[in-house]
Antibody, heavy 123, light 107 residues
Framework: QVQLQQSGPGLVKPSQTLSLTCAIS?????????WNWIRQSPSRGLEWLGR?????????DYAVSVKSRITINADTSKNQFSLQLNSVTPEDTAVYYC??????????????WGQGTLVTVSS | VLTQSPGTLSLSPGERATLSCRAS???????LAWYQQKPGQAPRLLIY???SRATGIPDRFSASGSGTDFTLTISRLEPEDFAVYYC??????????FGQGTRLEIK
């Protein structure tokens, strides 16, 4: 059974960098899946932020709303992937989820989800 | 853009629930999914490929639809079904997006 375990700070100061990590068990970060970050807030609902996946080399896709500030990386040695969001503001306060999306079937859905991390941007 | 209706649905246990998800552009059937979210929990996959139940999902949950109109039906509501439900599409700009959710509450 695939499980995703998130870690990272719950409080980040404005203008600083939000960093979260998602450890994968039961699957490989290099498998035929995309590894995503999604956030949820009352004002924005569920918002997809970006993904990383491996197809002979690593690829990334990012949401337009955060494209200038986001980096998602995979670490094959630790079988995990990470999120960095730069120059955060209070509007980045949300619950952040890491999530897998299969790329080997003809469907595209998110499963499983990490447990979620509430990140508050405040001084 | 995915628009879910109604925003809130008030029903009693044992009743039938019908939730709607409408897309602004046609969605390939394989690329529409439904999720259930309870307070304090991550969303849980219910339906993928527009109509296939995920592993472990009871058969009182069913879904149908194509193109721009999709429906999630819960045939007989159990107490644990009261939650927020989201639809999700893939492939239309943005790459993937969610509806705003339907809150299913006990009447």
């Amino acid at each position: 059974q695939v499980q995703l375990q998130q870690s990272g700070p719950g409080l980040v100061k404005p203008s600083q960098t939000l960093s979260l990590t998602c450890a994968i068990s039961g699957d490989s970060v290099s498998s035929n899946n995309a590894w995503n970050w999604i956030r949820q807030s009352p004002s924005r609902g569920l918002e997809w932020l970006g993904r990383t996946y491996y197809r002979s080399k690593w690829y990334n896709d990012y949401a337009v709303s955060v494209k200038s500030r986001i980096t998602i990386n995979a670490d094959t040695s630790k079988n995990q992937f990470s999120l960095q969001l730069n120059s955060v503001t209070p509007e980045d306060t949300a619950v952040y989820y890491c999530v897998r999306m299969s790329l080997y079937s003809n469907t595209r859905h998110f499963d499983p989800w990490g447990q979620g991390t509430l990140v508050t941007v405040s001084s | 853009v995915l628009t879910q209706s109604p925003g809130t649905l008030s029903l009693s246990p044992g009743e039938r629930a019908t939730l709607s998800c409408r897309a602004s552009q046609s969605v390939r059937n394989g690329y529409l999914a439904w999720y259930q979210q309870k307070p304090g929990q991550a969303p849980r996959l219910l339906i993928y490929g527009a109509s296939s139940r995920a592993t472990g999902i009871p058969d009182r949950f069913s879904a149908s639809g194509s193109g721009t109109d999709f429906t999630l039906t819960i045939s007989r509501l159990e107490p644990e079904d009261f939650a927020v439900y989201y639809c999700q599409q893939y492939d239309n700009s943005p790459l993937t997006s969610f509806g705003q959710g339907t809150r299913l509450e006990i009447k």
